[in-house]
Nanobody, 130 residues
């Protein structure tokens, strides 16, 4: 069965950095777009970043633009989220996801909605202290 597993979360101080990893198994995810979402208690899951199947295009929420970087290593079947200059408002459970539409390029805001993603990880907690 295809699965995504996040890792790398933890407790960091404001201004610090953290790198999240999303390891896929059960199938190759090299042909699928991938995204990162986050959810704080009592709030809806929100878009953070996305990367196309080719890795040539990336998209970011305004709140993380310039601070976070999404990347992928298809040889390792893994997607990463490098988080720099962390703020207290970044505290949330972070989820990785993959689009089941193989080799599809939606463009623009297509990747912003969680509804287009079919595979989801269990989430990893990121807590930023002040």
């Amino acid at each position: 069965q295809a699965q995504l597993v996040e890792s790398g979360g933890g407790l960091v101080q404001a201004g610090g950095s953290l790198r999240l990893s999303c390891a896929a198994s059960g199938r190759t995810f090299s042909g699928l777009a991938a995204g990162w979402f986050r959810q704080a208690p009592g709030k809806e899951r929100e878009f953070v970043a996305a990367i196309t199947w080719s890795g040539e295009s990336t998209y970011y929420a305004d709140s993380v633009k310039g601070r976070f970087t999404i990347s992928r290593d298809n040889a390792k079947n893994t997607v990463y989220l490098q988080m720099n200059s962390l703020k207290s408002e970044d505290t949330a459970v972070y989820y990785c996801a993959a689009d089941a539409r193989e080799y599809y390029s939606g463009g623009g805001s297509y990747y912003y909605s969680p509804k287009i993603y079919d595979y989801w990880g269990q989430g990893t907690q990121v807590t930023v202290s002040s």
